[in-house]
């Protein structure tokens, strides 16, 4: 039996293929993951905290396209053990209102972008000046939900009390994701400010 080697031209299309469809699928699933997700954050009723819990797991599969943790569905969840007033809860019921749709969209949007980066990065056709463009676009799409997230970051950061803001440091040191942020090095900002002179 004679085995006939493929072209190289014909492997590199093949394992392009293999590599496509696999991103795709990922895609896909991650896109579907998180369309309850959406429906329910688009909605202006009240969600329990079950309901909270499983918006936060689906918004943590979207983790990657942003720099920040997610943190509403956490207080949400916790609105009892942080003891949240009303007004606090309007205030981030009327946020998730206004940003979350639009948050999720771009986060769905920037992983969309980084698959078809990396399926464009392994075609020879490809320029590397076109391949610094289209980073250019996913850093500015990065820099439109940093801003989404931080306004989040922000309302929870001036309506805490000090109390509150305790309480949410111990709950989310038993938290798998936020756990790791509480750990690092209190001085580390300074180090931040320091670089950007």
Not at 27 to 46: F, N, R, W, Y
Not at 138 to 143: C, D, V
Request: glycine share 2%.
């Amino acid at each position: 039996m004679t085995m006939i080697a493929a072209k190289p031209n014909e492997a590199k299309a093949t394992w392009g293929a293999c590599i496509t469809k696999r991103l795709i699928l990922l895609l896909i699933t991650g896109l579907l993951m998180t369309g309850i997700a959406l429906a329910k954050h688009s909605s202006d009723h009240p969600l329990t905290p079950a309901e909270w819990q499983e918006v936060e797991a689906r918004v943590g599969l979207l983790e990657d396209a942003a720099l920040l943790p997610t943190l509403l569905p956490f207080v949400m969840r916790n609105r009892d053990a942080l003891q949240l007033t009303d007004e606090q809860i309007d205030a981030f019921y009327q946020w998730r209102k206004e940003n979350y749709t639009p948050m999720v969209n771009l986060m769905n949007a920037i992983i969309e972008m980084k698959v078809t980066f990396s399926i464009e990065s392994l075609s020879p056709e490809v320029s590397d000046d076109h391949l610094l463009v289209f980073q250019s676009e996913i850093h500015r799409m990065q820099h439109e939900l940093l801003k989404l997230r931080l306004s989040c970051r922000q309302l929870i950061m001036t309506t805490f009390t000090q109390e509150q803001w305790e309480n949410f440091i111990f709950l989310a040191s038993d938290h798998p994701k936020l756990a790791a942020f509480l750990s690092l090095p209190q001085n580390t900002a300074g180090k931040h400010k320091d670089a950007e002179r």
